[in-house]
């Protein structure tokens, strides 16, 4: 049995990873090359995704020294912590003359349970494991502040554990804005000339040097690069690590289409394949006597002939290429072309091809570029599949 990689599908008119700049003379503006449809809209800066709210840090401290620490029981062995909003609390580190930073990593985990605190290249780091503006803060606040005279003997012992570590006394981390918040807004520039443009505006300016900016959205049909307004796009889908096949009709489907849409001559390796379909929208509507609806069927009915050939040697010439009963094209059955009084550069071709299994496939195609509102005026629809 033949097959294909299936190729075409309805057309989500959604525009992936599309590169843009910042609109002229700004740095926080970035207008939309295709209107977009909705709010579904995703930005990447330098390769990193930008959600609407912004990118924040999370609060993250090392400590300054790397090991081994020194710390002595009863003279720098404390710290004192606070996190969040809650009250700042006396933290007995682990003691000894060679301490590793994964010991005391470990053993301040167990004491401090909101934060992250792990160990790499031999420094302990605290992490409060979130980002944003409501993300959870911690410090390492002075007891100088509250006992002056630094009479107290933990005032000595956790100014001495900072000391170890590399600690400045009172430090506080912050979750802090890198990069701003942003939201679509109208764009006044193609309000002024009667459009409807969106733009991507920045909170604040972005102060990255030459920024690299590639955004994903959804356009209406008639923006659409994929399909060009045909709402129908030709291109592989992965499935599973590979990618989806067609058999038997919908192999017929997609081989026929391939030869009716295909302009005749254009291909490198085979110029009889295709049509002069695409040639004969938008011209005249009589040429020498003949309808132009005539010269469609005509074109329709000889690109069904070059392609029952092929079949024909396939099926008879290459037995491991065998052609099934239901994707040899036996005969055109039946065909019709319309031709929108209100849109002659388009014409809906309608065809019905029996296979060799008596079953017929309907195909039913929008031909030229057109005004994708076509698709469902005058109270008809037409499904392009």
């Given at each position: 049995m033949s097959y294909d990689f299936a190729l075409e599908k309805i057309c989500t008119h959604e525009i992936k990873l599309e590169t843009?700049?910042?609109?002229?003379?700004t740095e926080d503006s970035i207008r939309f090359p295709k209107n977009p449809t909705n709010s579904n809209v995703n930005v990447r800066m330098d390769s990193i995704v930008i959600p609407p709210s912004g990118l924040w840090s999370a609060p993250e401290l090392p400590f300054s020294k790397a090991e081994p620490y020194r710390i002595v029981s009863g003279v720098s062995d404390m710290l004192y912590v606070q996190v969040g909003s809650d009250s700042a609390r006396l933290i007995q580190m682990v003691s000894g003359n060679n301490v590793k930073a994964l010991d005391i990593a470990k053993d301040l985990s167990q004491k401090i349970p909101e934060l992250s605190?792990?160990?790499?290249?031999?420094?302990?780091?605290f992490n409060s494991n979130e980002s944003g503006p409501t993300a959870t803060s911690f410090s390492f606040p002075d007891p100088r502040w509250t006992d002056k005279t630094s009479s107290l003997p933990t005032t000595h012992r956790i100014l001495g554990g900072y000391a170890q570590v590399g600690i400045v006394p009172g430090?506080?981390?912050?979750?802090?804005?890198?990069?701003?918040?942003?939201?679509i807004v109208e764009d006044n520039m193609t309000l002024a000339a009667g459009g409807n443009g969106k733009l991507i505006r920045f909170s604040e300016p972005i102060r990255n040097a030459n920024p690299v900016f590639q955004i994903g959205y959804f356009t209406d049909p008639m923006n659409c690069r994929r399909c060009q307004g045909t709402q129908i796009e030709f291109d592989y889908s992965p499935l599973n690590g590979s990618y989806e096949t067609v058999y038997d009709a919908d192999l017929l489907s997609q081989e026929f289409g391939k030869f009716l849409f295909t302009k005749s001559g254009t291909h490198f390796k085979w110029p009889w394949l295709g049509s002069r379909l695409t040639d004969r929208i938008g011209?005249?509507?009589?040429m020498n006597g003949v309808t132009s609806s005539a010269l469609i069927t005509l074109d329709v009915n000889q690109a069904f002939k070059v392609y029952q050939n092929i079949k024909t040697q396939q099926d008879q010439q290459f037995p491991f290429q065998q052609?099934?009963?239901?994707e040899f094209p036996y005969s055109l059955s039946s065909l019709t072309v319309q031709i929108p009084q209100n849109d002659p550069t388009v014409a809906i071709v309608v065809s019905s091809v029996t296979s060799r299994s008596r079953n017929p496939t309907v195909l039913k195609r929008l031909?030229?570029?057109?005004?994708?509102f076509l698709l469902s005026s005058g109270g008809q629809s037409f499904r392009l599949v």
């Amino acid at each position: 049995m033949s097959y294909d990689f299936a190729l075409e599908k309805i057309c989500t008119h959604e525009i992936k990873l599309e590169t843009v700049n910042f609109v002229a003379g700004t740095e926080d503006s970035i207008r939309f090359p295709k209107n977009p449809t909705n709010s579904n809209v995703n930005v990447r800066m330098d390769s990193i995704v930008i959600p609407p709210s912004g990118l924040w840090s999370a609060p993250e401290l090392p400590f300054s020294k790397a090991e081994p620490y020194r710390i002595v029981s009863g003279v720098s062995d404390m710290l004192y912590v606070q996190v969040g909003s809650d009250s700042a609390r006396l933290i007995q580190m682990v003691s000894g003359n060679n301490v590793k930073a994964l010991d005391i990593a470990k053993d301040l985990s167990q004491k401090i349970p909101e934060l992250s605190i792990t160990a790499s290249d031999g420094r302990v780091f605290f992490n409060s494991n979130e980002s944003g503006p409501t993300a959870t803060s911690f410090s390492f606040p002075d007891p100088r502040w509250t006992d002056k005279t630094s009479s107290l003997p933990t005032t000595h012992r956790i100014l001495g554990g900072y000391a170890q570590v590399g600690i400045v006394p009172g430090r506080k981390v912050v979750s802090r804005k890198t990069i701003p918040s942003w939201s679509i807004v109208e764009d006044n520039m193609t309000l002024a000339a009667g459009g409807n443009g969106k733009l991507i505006r920045f909170s604040e300016p972005i102060r990255n040097a030459n920024p690299v900016f590639q955004i994903g959205y959804f356009t209406d049909p008639m923006n659409c690069r994929r399909c060009q307004g045909t709402q129908i796009e030709f291109d592989y889908s992965p499935l599973n690590g590979s990618y989806e096949t067609v058999y038997d009709a919908d192999l017929l489907s997609q081989e026929f289409g391939k030869f009716l849409f295909t302009k005749s001559g254009t291909h490198f390796k085979w110029p009889w394949l295709g049509s002069r379909l695409t040639d004969r929208i938008g011209g005249k509507n009589v040429m020498n006597g003949v309808t132009s609806s005539a010269l469609i069927t005509l074109d329709v009915n000889q690109a069904f002939k070059v392609y029952q050939n092929i079949k024909t040697q396939q099926d008879q010439q290459f037995p491991f290429q065998q052609v099934s009963d239901e994707e040899f094209p036996y005969s055109l059955s039946s065909l019709t072309v319309q031709i929108p009084q209100n849109d002659p550069t388009v014409a809906i071709v309608v065809s019905s091809v029996t296979s060799r299994s008596r079953n017929p496939t309907v195909l039913k195609r929008l031909i030229g570029n057109p005004n994708p509102f076509l698709l469902s005026s005058g109270g008809q629809s037409f499904r392009l599949v």
